[in-house]
């Protein structure tokens, strides 16, 4: 197969062999034969002994089963999502996690490329964000605290002295609302969740809505909305861990980020209000590398996030124009995964504190067994007046979008 640049624009081909009925008058019955004579007549006439193969089309599907109770009795739900070609996704309507992707590779063969847990006990009792929906603000917020029109507030703080992703009890956490949909080419959940004013330290009635629609043009796409009856801040992002292989650590997946600076970190992994170039550094993924390539390297920044756990900058200001935000090749499989987004920046986050100790799906998640590209505005922007905004307003639209696209390239052996 044909395998684009990243920077192509529209969805890759991919050809994962589904079925397809092939009759140019649709997928009803074959048109009576005409009259006609001689050997052509003999080959369109069927004989009674004849019996035709029935083809069928496989149609994108969703369907919906428990998936357990939360502590206060409250009934969870899983969604499975199946589009024309095969790819599946599991999502539940607790912290609208993914728990299972499934896709196949350059020969067909499929596989869970997402990390996760088999059951909702596991996500209950330990979950490093696997899957999730995250908010109210992805990533870190210095001590926690930041002022908005003269007034101070304090966030909850659980990464150290630092708030992140959402606090001790983030959206990752929720139980939201869902409502499914069915299209003639992509399905999908649309879940919604209402934040209400104080909820970890946040300002405002923060209403939600989160939209996952998986297309037969072999994209996951997603879309983030919010709006607020009170002057906050909003940084909403999907975490999921990938490997694209299925298994073993993800260091010879080979990832390209089309960005020219970091934000670069300090003790506690907060931006130092800066920005770095990554040319002549190991941040340097303007061209394909594998990702443990240079992840040893003496680097500073490196010792401070233990591996990379750091800011790309996509955009110098913040438009809607979807764009490239990481293109990543697992060359074995020869699975591609595409993120792309609309936001101005993408945390890459390489499983660094993944040690081995949790187990889920029946597979041990060792050091650097998932890699997260997870797009966002800056890191502490609420305490960094050089970083663009994250301030909603009452009566503005929160509104972000998340793209996962799927493909394969031949394999390497």
């Known amino acids: 197969m044909t395998f684009k640049q990243p920077w192509a624009k529209g969805p890759l081909p991919l050809f994962f062999g589904a079925c397809i009925c092939i009759q140019l008058a649709g997928c009803g019955p074959a048109p009576a034969p005409t009259q006609s004579s001689g050997a052509a007549a003999q080959a369109t006439t069927a004989s009674p002994s004849d019996v035709q193969q029935e083809i069928k089309v496989m149609r994108p599907e969703v369907t919906q089963k428990p998936f357990g109770q939360l502590a206060d009795g409250r ?3 899983l969604y499975t999502l199946k589009n024309a070609n095969g790819i599946e996704l599991d999502v539940t309507n607790y912290g609208g ?6 896709t196949p590779d350059a020969k067909g063969q499929r ?9 909702l006990a596991q996500y209950l009792e330990n979950n490093p964000y696997f899957g999730a929906i995250i ?8 001590a926690g605290k930041f002022v908005l029109n003269g007034t101070s507030y304090q966030l909850a703080t659980n990464d150290g002295a630092n708030h992140l992703h959402g606090g001790v009890q983030g959206f990752d956490k929720k139980l939201w609302d869902a409502k499914t949909f069915v299209q003639h080419d992509a399905v999908g959940v649309v879940l919604s969740l209402l934040s209400p004013d104080g ?30 009856d009170k002057t906050t801040v909003v940084n909403l992002t999907q975490h999921s861990y990938f490997n694209l292989a299925g298994q073993g650590d993800i260091l010879s997946h080979e990832l390209t980020i089309p960005a020219e600076k970091i934000t670069p970190v300090a003790a506690g992994l907060i931006p130092t209000g800066q920005l770095q170039h990554v040319a002549g550094t190991p941040f340097d993924f303007r061209s394909s590398k594998a990702i443990g390539r240079d992840i040893t390297a003496d680097d500073a920044q490196l010792k401070l996030g233990q591996g990379y756990d750091h800011n790309f900058v996509l955009k110098n200001t913040p438009d809607k124009e979807l764009v490239l935000a990481g293109l990543v090749l697992e060359p074995k499989s020869g699975r591609v995964l595409e993120v792309l987004t609309d936001d101005i920046a993408v945390q890459f986050y390489s499983g660094n504190f993944l040690d081995g100790s949790i187990q889920g799906k029946g597979r041990t998640y060792g050091h650097r067994s998932g890699f997260c590209l997870e797009p966002q505005h800056f890191p502490d922007a609420p305490n960094q007046p050089d970083f663009a905004t994250t301030v909603l307003e009452p009566g503005q639209q929160y509104q972000s979008r998340i793209v996962y696209r799927f493909s394969t390239q031949a394999a390497k052996e």
Do not use: H, K, W
């Not at 996690?97 to 499934?102: A, Q």
């Not at 908010?135 to 210095?142: E, K, S, T």
């Not at 330290?201 to 994209?219: D, F, I, K, M, S």
């Open 111 to 119: 596989a869970d490329i997402v990390l996760g847990y088999d059951n």
């Open 97 to 102: 996690i993914i728990t299972r992707l499934v």
């Open 75 to 77: 009934e969870v739900s």
């Open 199 to 228: 909820d970890q330290g946040y300002p405002g009635n923060l209403q939600v809505e989160v939209t996952y629609t998986l297309a037969n043009n072999n994209e996951l796409q997603m879309l983030f909305t919010a709006t607020t």
């Open 135 to 142: 908010g109210r603000y992805g990533n870190r917020i210095a």
